[in-house]
């Protein structure tokens, strides 16, 4: 059973930074692409950032290029966030996911529905 637990988020200035952090247990986890997710209240969850089971290939949101950046540790078992440039409509529970069909995904998807476990998130709160 994988077990996936987000931590980092927090209250932060607009122009600030945050790390989030996925710890992933349960699973060889590094086969596997991650994505992180994040859902504002009254909205549909979306698609920030996610990335190839190597790490070799990512792909992100058009909201959030070139001021986030995933990576991931396999060694490690985590997936993180880092988040420059924080706007107030960044302003979201923020998931992490993990995708196990493929295995070796070179294309990390974006798609919500195509990710088979999700932690239970952290919020992520940016005031103006």
């Known amino acids: 059973q994988v077990q996936l637990v987000e931590s980092g988020g927090g209250l932060v200035q607009a122009g600030g930074s945050l790390r989030l952090s996925c710890a992933a247990s349960?699973?060889?986890?590094?086969?596997?692409?991650m994505g992180w997710f994040r859902q504002a209240p009254g909205k549909e969850r979306e698609f920030v950032a996610a990335?190839?089971?190597?790490?070799?290939?990512?792909d992100y949101a058009d909201s959030v290029k070139g001021r986030f950046t995933i990576s991931r540790d396999n060694a490690k078992n985590t997936v993180n966030l880092q988040m420059n440039s924080l706007k107030p409509e960044d302003t979201a529970h923020y998931y992490c996911?993990?995708?196990?069909?493929?295995?070796?995904?070179?294309?990390?998807?974006?798609?919500?529905?195509?990710?088979?476990?999700w932690g239970q998130g952290t919020q992520v709160t940016v005031s103006s």
């Open positions: 996911a993990v995708d196990l069909n493929p295995r070796y995904r070179q294309t990390p998807t974006i798609f919500h529905n195509e990710y088979d476990y």
């Open positions: 349960g699973s060889p986890f590094s086969m596997y692409a």
């Open positions: 990335i190839a089971w190597n790490g070799r290939n990512s």
